[in-house]
């Protein structure tokens, strides 16, 4: 019983962190804010989504998945995210005049 309410508070934390990321994508002004609102709810949330999975999940060979997915998804996403803001630096998608320390200048 517990765990079925555990599962399902973290299944709602989870998907309400990947809508804020879905709506920092739509609102946020420039490549670096919307990348910083694309990865950080959105890596928190599915690792809550995962968390309340892997309370449901009966198997431990599923759980062993589920750590693996985390693992996977927690080692990408900043290193694309750093790649993707790079990138928009490099190609001049950056408003350096917003920024209040550029050391690439």
């Not at 920092?24 to 490549?31: K, Q, S």
């Not at 290193?79 to 050391?103: E, N, P, Q, W």
Request: with cysteine.
């Amino acid at each position: 019983m517990i765990i079925d309410v555990l599962a399902s508070i973290a299944l709602v934390l989870g998907c309400s962190l990947a809508l804020v990321a879905g709506i920092g994508l739509l609102r946020f002004p420039d490549v670096l804010t919307r990348m910083h609102g694309a990865t950080k709810p959105q890596t928190l949330g599915m690792v809550l989504v995962l968390i309340a999975v892997g309370l449901r999940a009966d198997d431990r060979s599923a759980i062993a998945i589920l750590v693996l997915v985390g693992l996977f998804a927690l080692m990408t996403a900043p290193v694309s995210a750093h790649m993707l803001g790079r990138a928009a630096f490099r190609t001049g998608r950056v408003d350096r005049s917003t920024l209040s320390r550029d050391d690439l200048a």
